[in-house]
Nanobody
């Protein structure tokens, strides 16, 4: 069983920054591709960013490219999402997810490709 626990959400003004963290249980974190998704009220969950198991490859949704950065520390079993220049439309619950048995360099971006999910952390951006 793999468990994911997100933290770092909160309330921030437009233009501000937040860093989300996701700690993953298990001994084989370095074999997981990791992703961040978000879900705003009344909307479907959408892809935000993904990182390959080594951290060498990343992939972003167009809506966050240039503002958000995904990274990971395999020694700490943790994946991060640094969010800069936040906008009110970034308001959502943010979820991290793990893709087990990922291929080297893979950065999955579809909901169905992920095997385990965290409980989510709320990010609210005020205008």
């Amino acid at each position: 069983q793999v468990q994911l626990v997100e933290s770092g959400g909160g309330l921030v003004q437009a233009g501000g920054s937040l860093r989300l963290s996701c700690v993953v249980s298990g001994r084989t974190f370095s074999t997981y591709a990791m992703g961040w998704f978000r879900q705003a009220p009344g909307k479907e969950r959408e892809f935000v960013a993904a990182i390959s198991r080594s951290g060498g490859s990343t992939y972003y949704a167009d809506s966050v490219k240039g503002r958000f950065t995904i990274s990971r520390d395999n020694a700490k079993n943790t994946v991060y999402l640094q969010m800069n220049s936040l906008k009110p439309e970034d308001t959502a619950v943010y979820y991290c997810a793990a893709n087990l048995l990922s291929k080297y360099g893979s950065t999955p971006y579809q909901f169905e490709e992920y095997d385990y999910w965290g409980q989510g952390t709320q990010v609210t951006v005020s205008s």
